[in-house]
């Protein structure tokens, strides 16, 4: 990232929800009776027993780090989907020829949350709800963002582009 570009627009969302702590819960006493058992019970440590610890802590980490890190900064737009991106993807707003506000079913659109590729070819990070902004790029390839605040975020995008040396005044038209 441009550390001497200023934030215009900053949101993280969280995978985790209320009903995800209860289910973290669960998993974390399953893990603690496995291992109270085969360490102090005097069972034996199986397949089983190690795939019981496994999985569980592994869905705990990811549901514990699962986050989306959205920057709209004076140059351009900086997304992370932690923990599969390992630093910030960098979005050239000069390179955006469209920017919306989108309601969408991630379900039905998308087969769900995450990091997806919809039918039309569009990639999609989200992590919650149904709205964001659906950026369409001049190589004609597109890209929605889940947001909780699609308006903001669209906003600080189109103040980012006037800023910058976007895409042609042709182009700015369509915003």
């Not at 969302?13 to 819960?25: D, E, G, S, Y």
């Not at 920057?71 to 993807?89: A, G, I, M």
């Not at 659109?109 to 659906?134: E, L, Q």
């Amino acid at each position: 990232m441009n550390a001497t570009s200023s934030i215009v627009f900053s949101e993280t969302q969280r995978l985790l929800r209320p009903w995800m702590k209860v289910l973290i819960v669960v998993l974390s006493l399953n893990l603690v009776l496995i291992l109270g058992y085969d360490f102090w019970g005097g069972g034996p440590l199986t397949i089983g027993t190690v795939l019981g610890i496994v999985v569980p802590a592994g869905v705990l980490a990811l549901l514990w780090s699962a986050k989306l890190d959205c920057q709209v900064r004076e140059d351009d737009l900086y997304v992370r989907y932690s923990p599969f991106h390992w630093s910030h993807k960098r979005i050239q707003l000069k390179d955006v020829l469209n920017v919306e506000s989108k309601t969408y079913s991630p379900i039905k659109d998308y087969g769900g949350w995450g990091i997806r590729c919809g039918r039309d070819g569009c990639k999609v990070y989200n992590v919650r709800g149904n709205r964001g902004v659906m950026l369409k790029f001049v190589d004609g390839k597109s890209l929605l963002i889940g947001s909780q605040q699609p308006v903001r975020l669209l906003d600080a995008i189109r103040s980012s582009q006037s800023r910058s040396s976007g895409p042609s005044a042709g182009h700015r038209a369509q915003l």
